[in-house]
T-cell receptor, first 114, second 116 residues
Framework: AQTVTQSQPEMSVQEAETVTLSCTYD???????LFWYKQPPSRQMILVIR??????QNATENRFSVNFQKAAKSFSLKISDSQLGDTAMYFC???????????FGKGTRLSVIA | SAVISQKPSRDICQRGTSLTIQCQVD?????MFWYRQQPGQSLTLIAT?????????ESGFVIDKFPISRPNLTFSTLTVSNMSPEDSSIYLC?????????????FGPGTRLTVL
């Protein structure tokens, strides 16, 4: 069974600074998908970024980028130019293939401080 | 991406009663999932719901406690039966949506349930 580990329960960052959230996973699959979701206090789960394991290039979405290390089974999220609206719980998630449920990490609570 | 709505957005219920949560999608989707998020915790899958077949439940969740219906490709319901305070959670539905290179799950806004 796949597992996802987020080792940082809480983090904080000053506004406009950069922060990196860690995620490691365990799987015997070779092809899979990884996601970062954001859950603000409104509780809506919002997709931040996704990465296909077969792609060597790290995914980027505006201020959000990942460092995907397949051999190390590591999938960290970097948030640049942090904004107050980035304050939320961030969940790393693993998808074995299409049409399968996600396996979530325990989450990292990020606070952006003015 | 799909637009997903859930009803109710929140409810406060008495123990021993049941609540049915609705999940509506603006497009037809094959796979729908129901998750539970207990206070301060991550998401745990309750079941996978395919249209036209019985839902598939994860270990620790049973149909008698969490019956699910999936009458068509845009709608599903989850019932939380004979509720106890331990059922107080956020319940989220999600759908698998095709993308250019991978399918992605999108989530409804969640239903916050408090059981007294």
């Amino acid at each position: 069974a796949q597992t996802v580990t987020q080792s940082q329960p809480e983090m904080s960052v000053q506004e406009a600074e950069t922060v990196t959230l860690s995620c490691t996973y365990d799987t015997s699959e070779n092809n899979y998908y990884l996601f970062w979701y954001k859950q603000p206090p409104s509780r809506q789960m919002i997709l931040v970024i996704r990465q296909e394991a077969y792609k060597q290039q790290n995914a980027t979405e505006n201020r959000f980028s990942v460092n995907f290390q397949k051999a190390a089974k590591s999938f960290s999220l970097k948030i640049s130019d942090s904004q107050l609206g980035d304050t939320a719980m961030y969940f790393c998630a693993f998808d074995r293939s299409g049409n399968t449920p996600l396996v979530f990490g325990k989450g990292t609570r990020l606070s952006v401080i003015a | 991406s799909a637009v997903i709505s859930q009803k109710p957005s929140r409810d406060i219920c008495q123990r021993g009663t049941s609540l049915t949560i609705q999940c509506q999608v603006d497009s037809q989707v094959t796979m729908m999932f129901w998750y539970r998020q207990q206070p301060g915790q991550s998401l745990t899958l309750i079941a996978t719901a395919n249209q036209g077949s019985e839902a598939t439940y994860e270990s620790g969740f049973v149909i008698d406690k969490f019956p699910i219906s999936r009458p068509n490709l845009t709608f599903s319901t989850l019932t939380v039966s004979n509720m106890s305070p331990e059922d107080s959670s956020i319940y989220l539905c999600s759908v698998e949506w095709p993308g250019p290179s991978t399918d992605t799950q999108y989530f409804g806004p969640g239903t916050r349930l408090t059981v007294l």
